[in-house]
Antibody, heavy 117, light 108 residues
């Protein structure tokens, strides 16, 4: 059974940093592109970042480029999102997603990040 | 950036109704569109990929159509478990994917 379990969400002050993790199981992690997608009640769903199977290719939405870094450790079946210079508008539920939009699409349950003083 | 606009929002309907949700792209995206269903407190679930390909396990009352800029998600006969929020997402502008704003399907 595919499982994606996110962790690391916390309350953090503006300007602070946070590292999200996603532990994957039930599939060959190193075969798949992985994504982070976030959601807020106000803006809905927003694609944040992706990393290809070996970590050689990464991409970001404009609002986080230069502040967030996606990475993976295929030996640990884990995906990460390093979030720096956090802003109030980064407050969201962050989902780890496998194979977004294709027949093997699978989402974790999310981890909540709150940026507030 | 490609923008997706969903309509209507919200949508009120009754069990047994046929409902259609529309997603319009700001530029042509061929058939690079997916539809998701999200229930409160749950992650989104992929229903349809490539505009019209029904995912395994998704009831056949769900269907998708369209290409270019205009797409529809149709539920042929609403069931109680279908009341949820529906999102479209485009994959044309790799890697800058985008979602529609969502359509909340409510019980009339």
């Amino acid at each position: 059974e595919v499982q994606l379990v996110e962790s690391g969400g916390l309350v953090v002050q503006p300007g602070g940093s946070l590292r999200l993790s996603c532990a994957a199981s039930g599939f060959t992690f190193s075969d798949h592109t992985m994504h982070w997608v976030r959601q807020t009640p106000e803006k809905g769903l927003e694609w944040v970042s992706l990393i290809n199977w070996d970590g050689a290719s990464t991409h970001y939405t404009d609002s986080v480029r230069g502040r967030f870094t996606i990475s993976r450790d295929n030996s640990k079946n884990s995906l990460y999102l390093q979030m720096n210079s956090l802003r109030a508008e980064d407050t969201a539920l962050y989902y780890c997603v496998k194979s977004l939009g294709d027949s093997e699409d699978y989402w974790g349950q999310g981890t909540l990040v709150t940026v507030s003083s | 950036a490609i923008q997706l606009t969903q309509s209507p929002s919200p949508l009120s309907a009754s069990v047994g109704d046929r409902v259609t949700i529309t997603c319009r792209a700001s530029q042509g995206i061929a058939t690079a569109l997916a539809w998701y269903q999200q229930k409160p407190g749950k992650a989104p679930k992929l229903l349809i990929s490539d505009a019209s390909t029904l995912q395994s396990g998704v009831p056949s009352r769900f269907s998708g159509s369209g290409s270019g800029t205009d797409f529809t998600l149709t539920i042929s006969s609403l069931q109680p478990e279908d009341f949820a929020t529906y999102y479209c997402q485009q994959f044309y502008s790799y890697p800058l994917y985008s979602f529609g704003q969502g359509t909340k399907l409510e019980i009339k």
